[in-house]
Each structure stands twice: as C-alpha cells, then as structure tokens.
C-alpha cells in the first residue's frame, strides 16, 4: 500500500514503496501547474488524498507496465479545482480506480489510452456537487481485446450542477473491446445537470454498452423502504448513501464524508 497527501500544492509521501516511481514539478508561479508522474513497475496499491482551500491545477499522469494491477483510490477536499489526468495502460495491466469528489467546483479532463492488448480499466468516479462540475472522459481502445467499464455516479446539492461527457472510441481493425458506460446523477436541487454518453466505433466486433440517467430517485424504492416502517427523509438518506458507496470497498473515510450532509 502506497499513501501520498497532496496539501497546498505540497507533496507528502506517507508510505511510498519501490512498486512505484513518482516524478513532481512544483509550481513556482500562479501559471505554472503541479505536475505529477506516477510509473507502476509492480503489483501495488495506492491512496491519494487532496486537501486544498484554494483554487488548484494539476497535470496528473499514470503508466502502469505490462502485467501489472494496480488499484487506486482517491479522496478530494478542494475548494476549485482543474485537474487533467491521463492514463497509459499497457498489454495485461489491469487498473482500479475509485475517485470520490467532495469540491465547490470541478474542471477535470481524463484521457485514457488502453495501448496493450488485454489492457483493462475500470473507472468509479462518486461526487457531491455543491457547485458547478465538470468531467470529461475519453477512453482510446487502441489495442485488441482491451476493456473499459466507466462509471459515473453524482449527487447534486445546493447550487450544485454536473456535466458528464464520456468518449469511447474504437477504431477499425481493433476487435473483441468491450466498452461499458453507467453514467447516473441524482438531483436534489433545481439546477440543469447534463449527461453526453458516446460512441465512437468502426469495428462490428465489439461489445458496447452505455446508460445515463438523471432525476430523483424512483418512488418505488422509497416505498419499498417506507413500508418496512423507515421515515421518508431517512429512507432518503439510505438511498443516498448507497448510491454513493456502491462499488467502493474502503469505506470508513468516505461514508464520515457522506454523514456531513446526510445523517
């Protein structure tokens, strides 16, 4: 397990081990952005936290080698934050990630390019929004028999508003991808949330598959609830946290996160 703490542009390593090579550029202006390289070279895991009361930028980049599984986990507390990743998988990597947002106001870019064959990723991103956000994702199979499961979960509060755009492209010659979209944002407030899931491929042999859903949540789950004897507002707060620590295995940090607005 490697852990890194990222405060006021502040690079902290609180557990780093020789599974992985971090290369940083610390910015010495207000045009300048926090640059970071992370090679996976073995089998690891790693936890990233973002603590920030100011506006960040970052460049944030990961190449994991062949062979390789590497899991992450992520946690932001940033006021305004405009972040672009970029992800290099290469033949049989197999990478994990789980981000969970907890921003006023979020810009971010994630290209992934799937380079080797076998190469998989599987993307979970949850946020609260209390204000305007952002995501924009573009997912390049470029090689055979590679995978992508995106999901994007969020829950918009306040003067909370989401914009998700996912991109998954396959070109010809490039067969046997599999490419899964789960896009979903609850809302809670009356501000326009937008979802833009697509597909761009060229190749028949391919498995493809996308939906998008935003709105409150069905009556019939809170039915179900309310009539086990569980109050409305309650029930509610069930769903909520459900629907944000779906899929998340360390959940102790997160749900303390969630309890902050729903108790």
Request: net charge negative; with cysteine; glycine share 2%.
């Amino acid at each position: 397990m490697n852990k890194i703490r990222i405060f006021q542009n502040q690079i902290e390593p609180e557990i780093q081990d020789s599974t992985i090579e971090i290369k940083t550029k610390i910015p010495t202006n207000p045009f300048e952005v926090l640059q970071i390289k992370i090679k996976v070279k073995q089998s690891t895991t790693l936890e990233l936290s973002f603590e920030d009361l100011e506006e960040s930028k970052m460049d944030i980049s990961f190449e994991v080698l062949e062979n390789i599984y590497f899991e992450v986990l992520e946690i932001r507390k940033n006021n305004n934050i405009k972040v672009q990743y970029e992800y290099q998988l290469n033949a049989y990597s197999d990478m994990n990630i789980t981000k969970f947002y907890d921003c006023n106001q979020v810009k971010e870019l994630d290209l992934i390019q799937l380079n080797g064959e076998h190469a998989s990723i599987h993307y979970r991103l949850k946020t609260i929004a209390k204000a305007k956000e952002r995501f924009d994702l573009v997912v390049y199979h470029n090689a055979t028999s590679t995978t992508s499961d995106i999901v994007n979960h969020g829950v918009s509060i306040e003067d909370g508003s989401i914009d998700f755009q996912v991109t998954s492209i396959v070109y010809q010659g490039i067969k046997d991808c599999v490419l899964n979209q789960n896009n979903r944002i609850i809302t809670m407030n009356h501000h326009k949330c937008n979802i833009e899931p697509i597909l761009l491929i060229e190749e028949n042999d391919v498995v493809a598959n996308h939906s998008a859903y935003i709105g409150q949540f069905h009556e019939n789950e809170l039915f179900y609830l309310m009539s086990r004897g569980i109050p409305r507002t309650v029930a509610l707060q069930l769903l909520i946290k459900g629907f944000l620590l779906e899929s998340i295995q360390n959940t102790d940090s997160i749900s303390q996160i969630i309890e902050q607005y729903w108790r």
